[in-house]
Structure formats: C-alpha cells, structure tokens
C-alpha cells in the first residue's frame, strides 16, 4: 500500500516552524518510514507532483503570488494544516497592518519601486479552507508530532484550547503576575509552550496567539496595574499574532475595570 | 538564476531572490528598546541566538551599559549551541547529500541510517545547549537586553556537559567523513571579512577585520559596508566602499582566525587537509565541521568554569543615542544598529545580515563556474549549480532546492 505523502510549504516567514519538523532529531526517520515526504525544499531537491496526502503550511501571505500559490496548494492537498504564527495569525510581518506599507517600503529599499508586496499580512485561512491549526512562534515540537500522528490514524489532534495559565499551574511556577507583579499575558494566551516563559521569570508574551474568548477588559486592568501604560498595552498584543482578531480587540482595549474590582487589586504593593 | 551566454561565454550571471519582504527595520521603530531581542529573532529561524546577540550588543552599547564576563560567557555557551546545530543541519539534511549523490539526507538514509542519525544526534546536541541555556532552540524566552532572565544551575549544565562529551566524538568522525569527499578545483580571491578577537576564535564580539588589512569596529560599520539594492532580489547587496565585493562566513573566519582554534579542533583541521586559509568554496564544508568541534569544545569548556552569574541581568534604562552591535552568526557577521530616544523608542533600525552580504561574491563565483559548464545541458547545470549556492549556506537554503535556471543563449 502506497505511503501517505506530506508536502512542506513555505510562505512569509522565518522557517523556524518548518525546522521543528527537522527538530523531532529522534522521531524524524522514524516519520520518513512512514510517509512518503513528497515536498519540503528545505530537507530535499527531490520533489513529486502532488496531490498530497496533508500540506503542512508555514507563513503568511504578503504578496500576489503568494495569494496565487496557497489557492494551489489547497487544490493539490486532501488535508492543509497550518503551523505557527505566521501562518495561523499573520506572523509579526502583519504589524504592517496597523501602518503604511509604502512607508515601510521605502524605509527599507532605496528603489521601492524594485519591490511588490501586498498592504497586508494575512494568516492562511484568509484565502483558502484550513483543516487544522497549530498555534506558536514556533510550533511545539511535540505538539507537531500529535498533529502528524493523529493524521496518520484518523483521529482528531489532541492540542488543547486552554490558557498558558493551565500549563503554569501544571508546571508548579510561581505566578509571576501575583508574586512579582510582572505583566504577563498568559491569561489570554493559547496554552502549547508549556508555560516556559513564566518558568523563566518572565511574563508570557504571547507567541502562541491569543486563547478563543479572551477577557479584554481583564487582562488590560491586569496589565495597567504592573505599571504598564497604554501604549504598551497595545505594542503588547501586536507581535507576533498580530492578525489575530481576538488580539487585535485586545490592543484596542488599553483599560480595565476600575481599582477594587478585580486584577487592578493584584500588584498593590 | 539567470545566466546570460554569448558568442560560447557567460556574459551575466544574475541570483534572483525573492522572499517576500517584511519590512522588520521599519516595524521596529516605536517599539521599546528592550523588544529587539524577542522580535529581531523572528527574523530567522535556524540562527535566532544571533539576532537576539547582536541586538543585545547594540542596545546595550546605546544606553552604555556593557555585561558582566559571566554573562558574556553564558552569551558564548548559548551562541555554541546555535554553530553546532546550524552547521550539523546544513552538513548533514543540506551539503553532504550533494557530495555523495543523494537528493537528500532522507535518501541517504536508505543507505546510510547511521550517518545521518549521527547528524541529526549533533543536531540535537546543539538545541540541547540553547534549551538549557535560552530556555528553547527556535526563539529562546530567556535572553533580554542586559543578560538572561534566569541562570541554569551548575546541576543542569554538568548534564549537558555528558551530551556534548558524546557529541565531541560525532563531530571529530564528522570532519573524518567529510575530509573523504571530492572537491572541486575552484578558487576565489575575494576580500574577506570576519569579526576577530585576537587569542579567541571570534564568536561573540569582535572587531570587523578583513584579507586585505582592513581593520575597524562595529560602530564603523556603515561607513565601511555600503548596501546597494539591484532590481533582480528583495536581498540588498553589499560591498566595501571603494573596494568592491567581499565575502563573509566560515571560510572567511577560518581564515583570519584559524591559529585561535582549540588544540582538538586545530588538529582535526589539519587532518582533513585544510591549512592556513580557505578559499575553495567546496571545502567549506570541512570549514564548518571544523566550527562545530570547536563549538563543542569551547561549550564544554565554558561549562567547565560555569559559575551562575549574580544578578544573571543588569537593568538596561533607555538613554537616547545610537548603538551598533555585531556578531559571527553561523553564517558570517550580522550587523545590527539602533538609535533610541529618551523615552526608550526606538526611533530607526538597521540590520544587515550575513548572506546578502555574500550577494555579490557568491553571483561572481557563480559566473565562473558555469562558464566552464556552458556544455552541460539545463538540467544537470541547474543541479550543478544548487550544490554550488549551498556551498555558501545561504540563508534561504531552502529555496535553492528550488532553482529555477534559465540559460539564456544567443
């Protein structure tokens, strides 16, 4: 029976997901004897015409042809998962969004007319049907295998939805936010890390994007009571998820509820 | 790539690079001057470690603030950690497979499992270090302006010390192996640049030196490296102003610096055939596996001496001015500057990474080498020619497993 094939993409972005693959050091012959790895240009000049089995898909789209290509890849792939922030949230290339891109433009290149970039950076999802989406800057490497596992056999992938605070307490770090009073995001970020900034004594900063309904107004009083002000507020949910809906409300929501009420009350001291 | 031919010779050789644009030295204004590190990261995948240090020396060198030599040194271990697993990716699932002539490490497998699990154990040697140490190999958490978040325990890096002992030994058969290729007969004779730290392989810090005696600091950079923008590539091209095109890497480092390898690693050098300097292209590749024997070797002598530096960071308050940093990233010297107002925004940005430094350089050895292969027909010159750009690692390695060739003939 022939072998199920996967096919590697790449869009706008830093191959840092792509890598998590060549990352599984153990499981990566292991997965290459039971897939037939048909695309991935950053591992092999080998290449076989699709379709393809599952298309993983790293990146955002910030061209025209690249809007062109990933219409491709979909019609030549039963199964598209999209892995990592760029692809997912529009990676942090969608801080264009928020700005000019001529501007931009002409910061960075002398000739700007050399250059063709779209306005914006959008995940994926934006131009074509995702199957699957794996959250983080980059991807969890075992998060990655579960993925790929659960495709193999047929079952749903196992990646829960819950907040980076359900991997601290997990992990046993100290609350970074109550104990030091250190902003921190975890509270409405999608959980995969393993709650490793926090276990770093630092804030978590958001890279996996942003939890399905998260508490604005919360989470920007827990924020403004750590001594952040506005604008930090917002320059904190426009990284690396900036595309992302539920951040983008999140950057425009700069104050919380009032002193007495809530997560204002935390860091007091 | 496009190579234009008339009357039987290479007329013009053009290397047409398309990433998309992201625009990150325009993104970066109005962001506080401690985000750098985390965000200049996402700029690469396989060499983060690099962005986030050189963006560290050149915040740190605005606001005047230099570390203490603790921190420098776990700044080192963590920057091992990125050669070995750079190198160990490009040698193995990149550059070996063209020598042996497999389409890839994977077909290799086939023949060879051993080897490449070798590979892959190097690799993974090398992420091991910058988990420990930066707390994750793509995009590590703990590094900030001023040091680390957190100093791992000398418990946690005697274990790490176990895996890069075992890791000595794949990297020296690594060179063994390697020195058994073929290579090619082409040399070059371009200018080249390399940070030096006189009495260290330069890694971390350095001063920017060259083949042909220049000599000049980071600060001095821009006036020496002018960037020009040609129409075919969104990389910019650089050369040295009033000199011409230049190349930067390993190569370039082994040859300003070789007589600062460690003994273990100087021999295996010696071994496998390289002497003073290098500039065959091809042979970079034992270049590299001698940078990871080094890498390996420094990293377990870093950890040798490791004392948890205390306070593993200093505060870093903003201070308006200019800073400019540069480091060796695995694939040559990354050069990063920032100005910063009084309130720490960062007010303008310039990064100018180590291949579209080489732009020039590797389009020239480009030109020569298919004019000796003008006989070849299209496909095995486009195949000829994707072995050739690796030798290089550039930064888009990737996409030169996707070469389009087009031979233009008159």
């Known amino acids: 029976m022939a072998l199920p094939t996967l096919a590697v993409w790449k869009f706008a972005s830093c191959d840092g997901c792509q890598l998590t693959l060549l990352d599984c050091e153990d499981e990566l012959l292991a997965i290459a004897d039971r897939v037939k790895i048909a695309h991935f240009t950053e591992a092999s000049s080998e290449t076989q015409p699709g379709p393809y089995d599952v298309s993983l898909v ?25 892995i990592g922030a760029c692809a997912t949230a529009g990676g942090v290339q969608a801080l264009r969004n928020f700005a000019d891109v001529e501007e931009f433009t002409s910061v960075v290149y002398a000739r700007p007319d050399y250059i063709s970039a779209l306005d914006t950076s959008t995940p994926i999802a934006a131009h074509v049907d995702v199957d699957f989406e794996l959250h983080g800057c980059p991807i969890d490497r075992r998060q990655l295998l579960e993925v790929i596992t659960a495709l193999l056999v047929g079952r749903k992938p196992n990646i829960p939805a819950h907040s980076v605070c359900f991997e601290c307490k997990q992990r046993g770090n100290v609350c970074v936010v109550v104990a030091h009073g250190t902003p921190c995001l975890g509270p409405v970020t999608h959980a995969g890390c393993g709650a490793l ?36 507020v917002t320059r904190a949910f ?22 007495g009420l809530g997560p204002s009350d935390i860091a007091g001291r | 790539m496009h190579v234009r031919v008339r009357a039987g010779a290479v007329e013009d050789v053009r290397l047409e690079i398309y990433e998309p644009p992201r625009f990150f030295e325009a993104f970066l204004r109005g962001r506080r001057h401690t985000e750098p590190p985390d965000i200049t990261a996402r700029i690469c995948g396989i060499c983060p470690v690099a962005y986030q240090m050189s963006a560290c020396l050149a915040i740190e060198a605005a606001c005047g603030i230099e570390v203490s030599d603790g921190v420098a040194d776990l700044r080192r271990l963590l920057y091992c950690g990125e050669w070995i697993e750079s190198h160990a990716l490009h040698i193995y699932l990149l550059h070996a497979p063209d020598f042996l002539g497999y389409a890839s490490a994977l077909d290799l497998a086939r023949d060879g499992r ?10 993974k040697a090398g992420n091991a270090i910058m988990e420990l140490v930066g707390g994750r190999a793509i995009h590590p958490v703990n590094v900030r302006v001023g040091g680390f978040y957190r100093a791992p325990a000398r418990t946690e890096m005697a274990a790490l010390a176990e895996k890069l002992r075992v890791a000595l030994d794949l990297a020296l058969d690594t060179v063994a192996w390697a020195a058994g290729f073929e290579f090619p007969d082409f040399q070059h004779d371009h200018e080249m640049v390399a940070l030096v730290t006189p009495g260290q392989y330069a890694i971390d810090r350095g001063t920017v030196a060259s083949t042909g005696g220049l000599s000049f600091t980071p600060a001095e950079f821009e006036d020496y490296v002018i960037e ?4 075919h590539s969104t990389a910019l091209h650089a050369r040295l102003a009033g000199r011409g095109r230049y190349l930067t890497g390993p190569t370039a480092r082994y040859t300003l610096s ?20 290098c500039r065959n292209p091809f042979r970079s590749i034992l270049v590299r596996a001698v940078e990871v024997v080094y890498a390996v070797d420094e990293a377990l002598r870093l950890i040798e001496r490791y004392e948890p530096p205390a306070p593993c960071y200093l505060e870093v308050p903003p201070r308006a001015g200019v800073g400019h940093g540069a480091t060796e990233a695995p694939r040559g010297v990354l050069f990063h500057r920032y100005a910063i107002d009084a309130e720490g ?7 100018v990474p180590p291949t579209s430094q080489n732009q020039a350089s590797i389009e020239d050895d480009l030109r020569r080498f298919v004019a000796d292969r003008l006989d070849l027909d299209d496909q095995q010159l486009t195949h000829q020619c994707e072995q050739a750009i690796r030798n290089y690692d550039p930064c888009i390695s990737c996409s030169t497993h996707f070469l389009d060739l087009t031979v233009d003939r008159a």
Request: charged share 20%.
């Open chain 1, 58 to 82: 790293e990146g955002s789209i910030t061209t025209a042809a690249d809007a062109e290509r990933i219409r491709q890849v979909r019609e030549m792939s039963r199964t598209l998962v999209t």
């Open chain 1, 197 to 232: 900034c926090p276990a770093h004594h630092r804030g978590c900063y958001g890279c996996f994007g942003p939890v399905e309904t998260p508490n604005a107004g919360a989470q920007a009083g827990l924020l403004r009571a750590t001594g952040m002000d506005e604008a930090d």
């Open chain 1, 238 to 259: 426009r990284t690396f998820n900036a595309a992302a809906p539920a951040f983008i409300e999140l950057s425009q929501v700069t104050t919380g509820p009032p002193p």
């Open chain 2, 114 to 123: 051993g080897l490449v699990e070798r590979g892959l154990a190097l690799k």
């Open chain 2, 228 to 231: 020009e923008q040609v129409p």
């Open chain 2, 258 to 277: 070789s007589q600062w390898l460690s003994p273990v690693a100087r021999q295996a050098a010696d071994a496998a055939g390289l002497g003073a300097e």
């Open chain 2, 345 to 351: 925004l960062i007010t303008s940005a310039r990064i």
